[in-house]
């Protein structure tokens, strides 16, 4: 079981900030992972099997939704959460989020509701918290007696189709207190590679996940547009709401809708902090293993033009920091920043007086300039670092790779090219 800290010691006050590293903030949370567990799976699979990797990736990805989540809060109920009695993290998988918001909150106020029954056990066991399992189809979910304060449904939208999309928004909203606030994520269309094709009426869906369990009808790959996500809100909302959107605020992907019942307050007044993203991408040492060469890329959405500070650290000890200065490819499209390029792109160079030992903990951080806090970036072995990272790059070639081929044949072109390159078979055996 987790560590239990006295109500009203939240972890947001004794985080004092936003963010810390990584590993001094999951101390006292539960760390056991379910095989079954496709957020783990996943962050296992882009680590090309190297579970400390994903491990970290696990809780990083957590910690930002913690983060985000707390912020909200803080806003809504007061520090502290003081009148917050019950929340739902709806779509909770196995707990990536749950198991942070059980420190400050005790379990008897904590709910998580699941289709997958065992994530909906795991967490029971695990953490105590209260588990429902829910149908694929809200309309086969009784009417709720006991409202919920804050319903959070983080990457679930992201995943449905259109009837469930529409009708689990209009069960949230039935379920929410009067005074409550729902926060759920989508993907916008800007997140579609370019060359794909965008979505019709403001909606897409494609038959692809990372669910080992769930079928693709009921569970793939959902894109929409904010004026989709407008005009759902105002057919399903019973009275009225007010609602804001904020542009990639979870794990700088998904964007976040916060709604609140009534006419106040207004979460378009909120400024919600983001933090830095970024990336170690190269790793190199010379043979002598005494020089260190470390690239990657680092940008913040709460100033894009502010780059953060890159420190890197070698068994805790500062080896080295530096400020990002020009464009990484990619980097200002991936994330969704305004123009085409950004200051993101870093390196540190490092010599040390004696050899770098294979098992030495290599950490990096980006500091945010714009609040001085600090974010985790990467953090492994050295020879760890060394193996994995052109791994990970090849296998995410790969995979782009084969996502383009699969685009192409589900094209016009693709599939008339297809039936071109069956009719020469069959006029080949013909002649
Ligand atoms: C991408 S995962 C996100 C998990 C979790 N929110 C997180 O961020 O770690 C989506 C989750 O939604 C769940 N889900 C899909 N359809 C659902 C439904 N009808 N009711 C409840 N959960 C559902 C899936 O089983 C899965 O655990």
């Not at 759920?184 to 370019?194: A, I, K, M, N």
């Not at 806090?373 to 090849?394: C, H, N, Q």
């Amino acid at each position: 079981m987790s560590q239990k800290h006295a109500p009203g010691e939240s972890l947001a006050s004794r985080r004092g900030g936003i963010t810390s590293p990584l590993h001094e903030r999951i101390e006292g949370v539960e760390m056991s992972i379910h095989p079954g567990d496709s957020m783990f799976r996943t962050a296992l699979a882009t680590q090309c099997g190297y579970r400390p990797a994903a491990v970290f990736d696990y809780f990083r990805s957590g910690l930002e939704a913690y983060d985000m989540t707390s912020q909200l809060l803080d806003w809504r109920f007061g520090t502290e959460w003081r009148g917050l009695g019950r929340l739902l993290d709806f779509g909770s998988g196995y707990g990536r989020l749950t198991r942070l918001l059980l420190q400050p909150l005790p379990a008897d106020r904590l709910w998580c509701a699941d289709v997958d029954p065992a994530a909906v056990e795991f967490q029971r066991e695990q953490l105590g918290v209260q588990g429902i399992v829910t149908p694929v189809d809200p309309d086969d979910v009784p009417p709720v007696r006991d409202r919920f304060d804050a319903i959070l449904s983080y990457s679930v939208l992201t995943h449905l189709p259109e009837p469930t999309f529409t009708g689990w928004l209009r069960r949230w909203l039935e379920a929410l207190a009067e005074d409550g606030m729902l926060v759920f994520s989508v993907l916008d269309q800007s997140t579609l590679p370019p060359g794909a094709p965008r979505p019709r009426e403001g909606f897409s869906f494609e038959r692809w996940s990372e669910s080992g369990v769930l079928s693709l009808d009921d569970y793939g790959s959902t894109r929409v547009t904010p004026e989709y996500v407008e005009r759902v809100l105002s057919r399903v909302t019973p009275g009225e709401v007010r609602f804001h959107r904020f542009p990639r605020a979870l794990w700088h992907l998904q964007d976040v809708y916060v709604v609140i019942r009534g006419a106040e307050p207004d979460p378009g007044e909120l400024q919600l902090e983001r933090g830095p993203a970024g990336c170690l991408e190269t790793c190199e040492l010379d043979a002598s293993r005494r020089r260190l060469r470390l690239t990657g890329w680092a940008a913040d959405p709460d100033g894009w033009h502010e780059p953060p500070e890159v420190v890197v650290e070698i068994d805790g000890e500062r080896m080295g920091q530096c400020r990002p200065r020009g464009d990484w490819p990619g980097v200002a499209r991936l994330l969704g920043a305004p123009g085409g390029a950004l200051d993101a792109a870093w390196s540190v160079d490092y010599e040390s007086a004696d050899e770098i030992q294979p098992g030495a903990e290599l950490r990096l951080e980006a500091i945010s300039t714009v609040t001085g806090r600090r974010y985790a970036i990467a953090s492994g072995t050295v020879d760890a670092t060394l193996l994995l990272l052109p791994l990970v790059e090849t296998s995410r070639r790969a995979e782009e790779l084969q996502k383009q081929v699969t685009m192409f044949e589900a094209s016009r072109f693709g599939r008339w090219r297809r039936r071109w390159m069956s009719l020469k078979q069959v006029l080949g055996r013909e002649r």
